[in-house]
Nanobody
Framework: QVQFVESGGGLVQPGESLRLSCAGS????????MEWYRQAPGKEREWVAA????????MYADNVKGRFTISRDNAKNQVYLQMNNLKPEDTAVYYC????????WGQGTQVTVSS
């Protein structure tokens, strides 16, 4: 079955960096556009970034553009999110999923940005 396992979150100070990873299984990973989402406490889940199947094109939400970089390794069935210059407003649980045919949401990985 389709499954996503996110990792790499943690507690960091403003301005620091984190790299999130997401392992996908149960489907042909290389065939899908992959996305990162996040959900802050009391807020709706929001889209963060996307990367097309071969990795040649990426897209970002305006509030992370220039700070976050999405990438993927199809040989490892993984998608990554490099997050630089983190801000307190980036605090959220981060999830990955497929575009167009989403699978069940994973447990996510908590990112907390606080001084």
């Amino acid at each position: 079955q389709v499954q996503f396992v996110e990792s790499g979150g943690g507690l960091v100070q403003p301005g620091e960096s984190l790299r999130l990873s997401c392992a996908g299984s149960g489907f042909t990973f290389s065939a899908f556009v992959m996305e990162w989402y996040r959900q802050a406490p009391g807020k709706e889940r929001e889209w963060v970034a996307a990367i097309i199947s071969d990795g040649d094109q990426t897209m970002y939400a305006d509030n992370v553009k220039g700070r976050f970089t999405i990438s993927r390794d199809n040989a490892k069935n993984q998608v990554y999110l490099q997050m630089n210059n983190l801000k307190p407003e980036d605090t959220a649980v981060y999830y990955c999923n497929r575009r167009y045919v989403p699978g069940p949401w994973g447990q996510g990985t908590q990112v907390t940005v606080s001084s």
